[in-house]
């Protein structure tokens, strides 16, 4: 896929991870590397929290609720140390990258060790992260979150409790120094960027949004929120500040660099803000389904003027082409229309818009210059076969409402192929998943 269009017989030259030359409709260079099926940019997964990946499967029963998917959330979140950590996530970094992933926002709170005290190396815990991306091969931003408080309503905050300890920087100083030391770190690292998050509106207070908002502001960082996922959230705002968490996060975050994660119960005043300042909202249709959040209004953010973009969240499945069809998909849901997102749309939200909500700005496009990303799909699955003509003029709808995850075959992240013939290079994923899962999850 060139330049927003899908072609024939394109031949890319790569030099130090970027693409140096890329010709369409040419015959293969003697000795070229040759790809069948289609071949797409890199996927953005904008919003991961790694160690969710444990609950998949293990949060339906009681009718699978979203409080006993949460209390099953908060055991695994008491039981990661930094080793437990790196391992997983290694194994979920490289799962997504056998679909097509190519950089990962990842929303990081588990800050600290069990009873909330620092680890001597006071961010162990996000450097397991950036060190499980650069074993599995894909490049990460990683969110630092900052989390104070326990929860909000009307009385105000509450504080914190459970594996929520393990969130809580002690002061927003605290936190501040800490970000500061994490992006020191890995300044040097070309895989990994810095960006900074609130948590939400319940669990972090006005000091500490602004806090987030400087300090993102300072390091020319992106800054990410979770904002408006289910009605008791903006209820609790409501009831406490009289706003919606949109209002009360305040016009001066808003912007390019600010992406409101979910975005599901937006006012039709949060709406036009979000469009009039050009800010993202990143949609995660598959998770949002599992905790029976509702369905965004995609339509009217993008008409409006904002950019969506899309992540996998609680990995309830990672698939990120199932994520773009998925916000059209909704809204025929919704609005019992066909048609509302063209397919050059969708994807955009899954590459170009997904890659600059986490400032990996030269990513996202088979373009001179840009990072070597390429993500090639089978046409010839159970799934595809008969269905996504490679000469069609509607290749690309056919691609994106037929093909999934399982249909990646071969994967290249800044010039590194990383997934042959749908498997990752250098991470056996299937056993390293069970190994990690069976660790946080058996009996002690």
Not at 44 to 52: E, G, I, K, R
Not at 124 to 140: F, W
Not at 345 to 357: E, F, I, N, P
């Amino acid at each position: 896929m060139v330049d927003g269009r899908i072609v024939d017989r394109v031949e890319v030259e790569i030099t130090d991870g970027r693409f140096r030359s890329v010709a369409v409709d040419v015959d293969p260079s003697p000795g070229a590397d040759r790809r069948n099926g289609v071949t797409l940019p890199g996927l953005a997964n904008a919003h991961s929290h790694a160690f969710h990946r444990v609950l998949r499967g293990r949060t339906q029963a009681d009718r699978g609720s979203f409080w006993a998917w949460r209390d099953i959330m908060y055991s695994v979140a008491e039981r990661l140390d930094p080793d437990s950590y790196r391992r997983l996530a290694r194994a979920v970094f490289a799962e997504m990258a056998c679909a097509g992933i190519t950089a990962v926002g990842e929303f990081h709170y588990v800050h600290h060790q069990p009873d909330g005290t620092p680890y001597n190396e006071a961010n162990a815990m996000g450097l397991a992260l950036v060190e499980a991306a650069a074993e599995a091969g894909i490049r990460i931003t990683l969110l630092d979150t900052i989390y104070q408080h326990g929860g909000l309503d009307a009385g105000g905050h509450r504080p914190v409790e459970g594996a929520q300890i393990r969130y809580r920087d002690t002061t927003v100083d605290g936190w501040r120094h800490r970000i500061d030391a994490l992006s020191g770190a890995i300044r040097s690292y070309d895989h990994a960027i810095v960006g900074a998050a609130v948590h939400s509106v319940r669990a972090v207070d006005e000091h500490g949004i602004l806090a987030a908002g400087r300090w993102a502001s300072d390091n020319d960082a992106v800054l990410h929120a979770h904002v408006s996922e289910q009605p008791a959230e903006n209820a609790a705002c409501q009831a406490h500040y009289g706003v919606t968490p949109t209002e009360h996060l305040g016009q001066q975050l808003l912007g390019p660099w600010f992406t409101a994660v979910h975005g599901t119960h937006l006012s039709p005043a949060d709406v036009k803000a979000y469009g009039s300042t050009r800010t993202n909202v990143c949609f995660c249709p598959t998770t949002e389904r599992d905790l029976g959040d509702g369905i965004g209004p995609s339509t009217a953010l993008v008409e409006a003027g904002a950019s969506l973009c899309l992540g996998s969240d609680s990995h309830a499945v990672i698939d990120v082409l199932e994520e773009a069809r998925l916000v059209e998909l909704h809204e025929r849901l919704r609005s019992l229309t066909r048609g509302s997102h063209r397919s050059g749309d969708l994807l955009a939200m899954a590459t170009t818009v997904g890659h600059r909500s986490l400032a990996w700005f030269d990513a996202g496009t088979i373009a001179v210059g840009q990072r070597a990303d390429l993500v090639t799909v089978d046409v010839d699955s159970i799934r595809t076969a008969g269905t996504v003509d490679r000469s069609g003029p509607d290749t690309l709808a056919a691609l994106l409402f037929a093909a999934s995850a399982a249909d990646v075959t071969d994967v290249v992240i800044d010039g590194r192929r990383v997934v042959a013939d749908r498997r990752h290079m250098t991470v056996d994923v299937v056993t390293e998943l069970v190994a990690a899962l069976q660790e946080l999850t058996d009996d002690r």
